[in-house]
């Protein structure tokens, strides 16, 4: 059975920097596009960022241009996200997602249905 897993959330400062990864097992994502989005306290889910199977497409929200990177490792199954100088309003469950109907003429989606298989998430709070 497909499965990912987020881990590296936690409590952290204001302008601290955090990597959050996603593991995968039961099924090889090399071949799909991987997605980050997260969801705010009291907010809906919104997308992040996403990346193509071989790495070399990448997609982000407006909001985290600049301060988030994604990337992955297809020998280890596994996708991170790099946050850097952290905010208060970057306080959410996040989660990683995967597409197996990515080509590239379809391109990396930013809408949740456009993803098959979720994680549970992990939380990151960031204390003022």
């Known amino acids: 059975q497909a499965q990912l897993a987020e881990s590296g959330g936690g409590l952290v400062q204001t302008g601290d920097s955090l990597r959050l990864s996603c593991a995968s097992s039961?099924?090889?994502?090399?071949?799909?596009?991987m997605a980050w989005f997260r969801q705010p306290p009291g907010k809906d889910l919104e997308f992040v960022a996403a990346?193509?199977?071989?790495?070399?497409?990448?997609l982000y929200a407006d909001s985290v241009k600049g301060r988030f990177t994604i990337s992955r490792d297809n020998a280890k199954n596994t996708v991170y996200l790099l946050i850097n100088t952290l905010k208060p309003e970057d306080t959410a469950v996040y989660s990683c997602?995967?597409?197996?109907?990515?080509?590239?003429?379809?391109?990396?989606?930013?809408?949740?249905?456009?993803?098959?298989?979720w994680g549970q998430g992990t939380q990151v709070t960031v204390s003022s």
């Open positions: 997602a995967a597409d197996g109907r990515y080509y590239d003429g379809r391109g990396l989606r930013k809408g949740r249905y456009d993803y098959d298989y």
């Open positions: 039961g099924h090889t994502f090399s071949g799909d596009a």
């Open positions: 990346i193509s199977p071989g790495g070399g497409r990448l």
